[in-house]
């Protein structure tokens, strides 16, 4: 039997209340249940968004709820798999790593990935208050798809979806909190559109909205086709992914066998 996936994006407005954020992922679950999804994906950041005033380590020094721990109570109560971007206590005190954690449908911890690639680009340095991943990301088996990991500014990096394409990922899930300004829409469409094609597989942006966010989650199957896309509001993006859809696409284009590794 062909492996299949309905994946579920909650486009969300960010929050830096961890309790209404887990408010808003009860609600968003309940609409990607009766939806018939079997994995729910929310932004980078989800747990809570930092300000100057409210540094990234503050949602970990000072826990108000367990966000991880409730997370996988929704995963449980709605019996859908759930992917969020989390923060996590590091050795350095004043820093944190940015954590994508992936439940599955019984609320068990299947993989979590720390961001390898942190954002020090326009006027943003998130260095100063995070810590980088040192492991490459995961890739989990859900319901026979195989579904990798990456955050946000690692999508400027097609080295680590390459390593993902080498073992043998069907879909990427990247939560995001990709900032607005100029070409950058343009630049997250584009590079999420260049990682389906060049990896003949399937890449789904969760991104934020908000005053500096800006929107645009999308999925692309392994041709570049879009399956589903949001605009600048708060959306339950559904959509379907086919592990057939996979090998039909690398079949006809199968560009992964032809690389040179006798040269690079």
């Not at 109560?77 to 923060?87: Q, R």
Request: glycine content about 6%; aromatic content about 10%; overall charge negative.
């Amino acid at each position: 039997m062909t492996a299949t996936l309905t994946v579920a994006l909650a486009q969300v407005e960010g929050s830096g209340d961890p309790a209404r954020n887990l408010e808003k992922a009860r609600r968003f679950a309940q609409c990607a249940h009766e939806r018939g999804a079997d994995l729910l994906v929310f932004p980078e950041m989800f747990m809570g968004l930092p300000s100057q005033d409210h540094p990234p380590v503050r949602f970990v020094r000072e826990p108000k709820t367990d966000f991880v721990g409730e997370l996988a109570a929704i995963a449980a109560d709605f019996h859908t798999a759930v992917v969020a971007g989390v923060w996590e206590p590091s050795p350095d005190i004043d820093r944190v790593f940015n954590t994508a954690v992936f439940f599955d449908a019984d609320g068990r911890l299947l993989a979590k990935y720390r961001k390898l690639h942190l954002f020090d680009a326009l006027s943003v340095r998130e260095s100063d208050t995070m810590v980088p991943g040192a492991a490459p990301p995961p890739i989990v088996s859900l319901k026979g798809f195989r579904v990798g990991l990456a955050l946000c500014y690692d999508l400027r990096f097609p080295e680590l979806f390459r390593f993902l394409a080498d073992n043998e990922a069907e879909l990427v899930i990247i939560p995001s909190a990709w900032y607005q300004g100029s070409m950058k829409e343009e630049h997250w469409l584009t590079l999420l559109r260049a990682r389906a094609i060049e990896n003949t597989f399937y890449t789904a942006g969760c991104n934020l909205i908000g005053k500096a966010f800006c929107g645009r989650s999308t999925v692309f199957d392994p041709f570049g086709v879009p399956v589903a896309s949001a605009t600048e509001d708060e959306d339950c993006l559904i959509a379907p992914v086919s592990a057939e859809r996979v090998r039909a696409v690398r079949a006809k284009l199968p560009s992964l066998r032809h690389r040179r590794k006798d040269l690079f």
